[in-house]
């Protein structure tokens, strides 16, 4: 009776013991720059919306405090792509600042057609 209790403690406890061991390390990863220069296309993108405010200005399509909320907006992503510039721009931030451009275009559009106000 004992060696069976005895292999059965044996048996139960080498599985358990298995179960715990050391997992690897994560392996640190340096941030991606790009070597692009800081007008990687996000400019072109804020002059386009730029001029689509312009345009909505001129046809009013836009009031004035619209335009001008607008391209205060415009501003503050130019201002960050020159901050995201200094330091080397990585993928993440470019990706950021063409989204937020395309997403200001998406509003002057909408706004200008009328479907927000």
């Given at each position: 009776m004992r060696a069976l209790a005895l292999l059965f403690v044996a048996g139960i406890s080498v599985p358990a013991s298995a179960q715990f061991y050391k997992s690897p390390?994560?392996?640190p990863r340096a941030p991606v720059?790009?070597?692009?220069?800081?007008?990687?296309?996000?400019s072109i993108d804020i002059h386009g919306?730029?001029?689509d405010i312009h345009d909505g200005a001129e046809t009013r399509q836009l009031s004035r405090q619209q335009a001008r909320q607008?391209?205060?907006?415009?501003?503050e992503i130019?201002?960050?792509?020159?901050?995201y510039a200094a330091g080397g721009m990585?993928?993440?931030e470019a990706a950021?600042?063409?989204t937020r451009a395309e997403v200001l275009r998406?509003?002057?559009?909408?706004?200008?057609?009328?479907?927000i106000k």
């Amino acid at each position: 009776m004992r060696a069976l209790a005895l292999l059965f403690v044996a048996g139960i406890s080498v599985p358990a013991s298995a179960q715990f061991y050391k997992s690897p390390a994560p392996v640190p990863r340096a941030p991606v720059l790009t070597t692009a220069p800081a007008t990687r296309g996000t400019s072109i993108d804020i002059h386009g919306v730029l001029a689509d405010i312009h345009d909505g200005a001129e046809t009013r399509q836009l009031s004035r405090q619209q335009a001008r909320q607008l391209r205060r907006e415009a501003a503050e992503i130019s201002q960050l792509e020159q901050l995201y510039a200094a330091g080397g721009m990585s993928d993440v931030e470019a990706a950021e600042l063409r989204t937020r451009a395309e997403v200001l275009r998406g509003i002057v559009n909408a706004k200008r057609s009328g479907v927000i106000k």
